[in-house]
């Protein structure tokens, strides 16, 4: 996670305008840690993500409520250098657990391009919580199945989103299934004073 925020937060230092970062899944991770009240940061939109407090890692939000069926549908780690592991969902069980919403053909292209994330990066504890000094808003499904909906309005609280978006039915891809949804949240945050 530190180095994917550090690659944000360069990216971002080098633009001349205010920015709204958003993140999606661990990405709300990574764009917590890369916020911080001295940048240009003027946002953060959270999109069936984590927005963990110092000291929290994705996994351990992950179980802090129950309702995630993730674990098992997990393939067979690959074993990276360093004793890493990156983890991918078994194709076959990606539809019903990542994206029941969408239709199949588009469930089947996502299952056979899904990037890996690595057991660290899900592991690493949050050490800045960038929405305690940045505004954020927050959009999820209640039917995810990857992060508990318990879980991401327990953050969104926390957080004191202004603005907290429940979609009935929406799985953990809302911005697949629900783009107009997630688009409007993400427009109002652009425009919010």
Same mark, same amino acid.
């Given at each position: 996670?530190?180095?994917?925020? %550090?690659?944000?937060?360069?990216?971002?230092?080098?633009?001349?305008?205010?920015?709204? /970062?958003?993140?999606?899944?661990?990405?709300?991770?990574?764009?917590?840690?890369?916020?911080?009240?001295?940048?240009?940061?003027?946002? /953060?939109?959270?999109?069936?993500?984590?927005?963990?407090?110092? +000291?929290?890692?994705? /996994?351990? /939000?992950? +179980?802090?409520?129950?309702?995630?069926?993730?674990?098992?549908?997990?393939?067979?780690?690959?074993?990276?250098?360093?004793?890493?592991?990156?983890?991918?969902?078994?194709?076959?069980?990606?539809?019903?657990?990542?994206?029941?919403?969408?239709?199949?053909?588009? %469930?089947?292209?996502?299952?056979?391009?899904?990037?890996?994330?690595?057991?660290?990066?899900?592991?690493?504890?949050?050490?800045?919580? +960038?929405?305690?000094?940045?505004?954020?808003?927050?959009?999820?499904?209640?039917?995810?199945?990857?992060?508990?909906?318990? %879980?991401?309005?327990?953050?969104?609280?926390?957080?004191? %989103?202004?603005?907290?978006?429940?979609?009935?039915?929406?799985?953990?891809?809302?911005?697949?299934?629900?783009?107009?949804?997630?688009?409007?949240?993400?427009?109002?945050?652009?425009?919010?004073?």
């Amino acid at each position: 996670m530190k180095g994917d925020s %550090a690659y944000v937060r360069r990216i971002v230092s080098g633009l001349d305008t205010p920015v709204v /970062l958003v993140g999606h899944s661990y990405g709300g991770a990574v764009i917590s840690e890369a916020a911080n009240k001295d940048s240009n940061i003027k946002a /953060l939109v959270y999109v069936s993500a984590f927005s963990p407090d110092i +000291g929290e890692s994705s /996994l351990a /939000l992950t +179980g802090k409520f129950p309702g995630t069926t993730l674990p098992p549908r997990l393939d067979k780690p690959v074993e990276l250098e360093n004793g890493v592991k990156d983890l991918c969902l078994q194709q076959a069980k990606f539809h019903n657990q990542f994206a029941a919403d969408v239709p199949e053909k588009v %469930a089947l292209a996502m299952a056979a391009s899904q990037r890996p994330v690595t057991d660290v990066a899900l592991g690493e504890a949050a050490t800045n919580a +960038g929405w305690k000094d940045i505004p954020s808003w927050s959009i999820y499904g209640s039917a995810d199945k990857n992060i508990p909906p318990e %879980a991401m309005k327990w953050m969104a609280d926390r957080a004191k %989103a202004k603005e907290t978006v429940v979609v009935k039915g929406a799985s953990h891809v809302v911005m697949v299934s629900h783009p107009d949804r997630v688009a409007k949240v993400i427009e109002d945050t652009a425009t919010a004073k």
